[in-house]
């Protein structure tokens, strides 16, 4: 025997369907993260060879956003979502974890690498020098 709910009269069939009215339901989507500089992409390996770069971009969310991390340090966004910080980097390939979430908890974890090649060891590598 199958399980069936009708509403009893067909007010309530329209008071049904307007609580289940797709608009009604709260965000499910996670904040979108553009960066702005460097030019970076995820999963392709962006190379420099400063030991200190500044992340800037725009975290956006259809609801609000809750926060935006970046290597698990909270970063201020601006009323826009514009963010920018400094990252410190060590030579060779550091990952840089982006996390972001908002107010529905909807979350956003994406991983970018850029690769410290130190100018210094660089030119002592071409030399032979150590």
Known sequence: MALSF??????EA????AEFNL???PDTLPPRVTILAPQLHEGILYRTSTGMVTLSGKVFDESQVMFLAI???KI???DDGTFSTGLELYPGE?????VASDIYYNLLERF???DYVNPSVAAGEKTGKQ
Not at 6 to 11: E, L, V
Not at 14 to 17: A, D, P
């Open 94 to 98: 550091n990952e840089v974890r982006i």
């Open 6 to 11: 009708a509403p009893a009269t067909s007010q």
């Open 14 to 17: 329209k008071s049904i369907r």
């Open 112 to 114: 970018l690498i850029i």
């Open 76 to 78: 201020p966004t601006g």
């Open 23 to 25: 608009e009604n339901l």
């Open 71 to 73: 290597d698990s340090k």
